[in-house]
């Protein structure tokens, strides 16, 4: 089975400040792991992926995350938020090993930047 | 590259009613996924179609909702006989083949059941 966790329900942080948005995960092979982003009322838009490779993945919008074997995690990050980055982020993982597993969803974490 | 096309944005229906759910996918994606948003909550996976084949539907209903994806046309997600608790966002996305590929959503079909 796998899983995905994101322990943060809500995550405040002032303009220009760092953020980190955390997710664990859980998976019997080979994570494939990705992060999207939720604005209100739309669906949701890719931000990265990691699949093989460098542990720091860039993505979209200034965007990265740090794939981390020994903690199960891949925390998203950014080094100066804007308050146009408030939305709903939400992290997911596949078990790269299978022929076919679905996507699993993490429940979301609403960031919040506060002007 | 036209995106994932959901139609309606939104649908309203009286209890009883049944709801039709449209979804055309990415031009080059094989592989559609229907995924049901409550408020205040996660995505929820409902069912996983190639072109004429469900591969999984773990998390679709056992009464009432159904799903298919012609060998022509758009994927159709259908619930028969609506409840209050269908009222949901239900987003539809697509992917290549391969499974490392990212999936795109389209923009949601929001239902509300009057």
């Known amino acids: 089975a796998q899983s995905v966790a994101q322990p943060e329900d809500q995550v405040n942080v002032a303009e220009g400040n760092p953020l980190t948005v955390k997710c664990t995960y859980s998976?019997?092979?080979?994570?494939?792991l990705f992060w999207y982003v939720q604005y209100p009322n739309r669906g949701l838009q890719f931000l990265l992926k990691?699949?093989?490779?460098?542990?720091l993945v860039k993505g979209s919008y200034g965007f990265e995350a740090e794939f981390n074997k020994s903690q199960t995690s891949f925390h998203l990050k950014k080094p100066s938020a804007l308050v146009s980055d408030s939305a709903l982020y939400f992290c997911?993982?596949?078990?790269?090993?299978?022929?076919?597993?679905?996507?699993?969803f993490g429940t979301g974490t609403k960031l919040q930047v506060i002007p | 590259n036209a995106g994932v096309m959901q139609n309606p944005r939104h649908l309203v229906r009286r209890r009883g009613q049944e709801a039709r759910l449209r979804c055309s996918p990415m031009k080059g994606h094989s592989h559609v996924y229907w995924y049901r948003q409550l408020p205040e909550e996660g995505l929820k996976f409902m069912v996983y179609?190639?072109?004429?084949?469900?591969?999984?539907e773990s998390g679709m209903p056992k009464e009432r909702f159904s799903a298919e994806f012609p060998k022509e046309g758009p994927s159709i997600l259908r619930i028969q006989q609506v409840v209050r608790g269908d009222s949901a966002a239900y987003f539809c996305?697509?992917?290549?083949?391969?499974?490392?590929?990212?999936?795109?959503f389209g923009p949601g079909t929001r239902l509300t059941v009057l």
């Open positions: 996305a697509s992917s290549r083949l391969e499974v490392y590929n990212e999936q795109f």
């Open positions: 997911a993982v596949r078990d790269g090993s299978l022929g076919y597993q679905k996507v699993t």
């Open positions: 990691y699949i093989t490779g460098d542990n």
């Open positions: 998976v019997s092979g080979n994570p494939y």
């Open positions: 179609l190639q072109k004429e084949n469900i591969i999984d």
